[in-house]
């Protein structure tokens, strides 16, 4: 693993003002702002309590802003993962990504946060790869106490 790599996780613990709105039943997206650039965090319900992420970033912020502030944006994407997960509680949640990169370092975070994730009753499953996407599935192994009354 690349010392990079590690810099990124070890900045993960994120305390980044989320902004939750919902555009529906099955949409759920946490924004937040930092330094220039804009992040949506989306979660949409594929199936039944079967959740997938996606983040998109836009921003006015210069080349040399934008990488000074890309820790904050991932470590903010997963300040919004993990308020999730202890909210919603949903059944599986999935993350794609068809950048080598990027999928490192969802597997990275997930494997670090381990403990932490079955501690909130979750476990990850290992990951696959096929071309040209690779998806990062937690799983709820503890019953859910959300309880959605819209549906």
Known sequence: MSILVEALIA???SNTELIWTTTGVSEVIAKFDVSGMH???TFTETARNNWRIAFDVTSTASASESVH???RVFSGVFQAVREFLEARQPQ???FASKEEA???LYEEYLRRQDT????LGYRMIPPIKSSPLMEF???KITPSEWKDYRR
């Open 11 to 13: 900045a993960f613990d």
């Open 39 to 41: 992040v949506a965090t």
């Open 137 to 139: 599935t937690v799983e």
């Open 92 to 94: 599986r949640v999935v």
């Open 69 to 71: 502030a890309s820790i």
């Open 102 to 104: 990027l999928g490192q």
């Open 116 to 119: 932490s994730l079955h501690q």
